[in-house]
């Protein structure tokens, strides 16, 4: 069975930075694409990034592009959300997510409900004051 364990969360005045980790307990080679999704309070999950483990392409929301950059490190199995120039609106529950069943351009396009997605984490609360 695949688990995803994230951590790095944590509080963060404006302006600030925080890099997030999910590690898988399987080689993320065989994940398809995976992604980071957040949760606000009283919101609808979204995608804010995703990348696609067959050539390593990555893809943003418009509200977090130039200040966020997903990576992965094949060697660990884990999956990294580094987000520098945080604001209040970034406050969430951030997840990870992999094999995830859709073109991996438009994962960020599309509502999080409409995703066929195999694996979630648990959460990462990120709160930025």
């Known amino acids: 069975d695949v688990q995803l364990v994230e951590s790095g969360g944590g509080l963060v005045q404006a302006g600030g930075s925080l890099n997030l980790s999910c590690a898988a307990t399987v080689n993320s080679n065989n994940l398809n694409c995976m992604g980071w999704f957040r949760q606000a309070p009283g919101k609808e999950r979204e995608a804010v990034a995703s990348i696609y483990t067959v050539d390593g392409s990555t893809y943003y929301a418009d509200s977090v592009k130039g200040r966020f950059t997903i990576s992965r490190d094949d060697a660990e199995n884990t999956l990294y959300l580094q987000m520098n120039n945080l604001k209040p609106d970034d406050t969430a529950m951030y997840y990870c997510?992999?094999?995830?069943?859709?073109?991996?351009?438009?994962?960020?396009?599309?509502?999080?409900?409409?995703?066929?997605?195999?694996?979630w984490g648990q959460g990462t609360q990120v709160t930025v004051s």
């Open positions: 997510a992999a094999g995830i069943n859709y073109p991996p351009e438009d994962i960020v396009l599309v509502p999080a409900s409409t995703l066929d997605i195999d694996h």
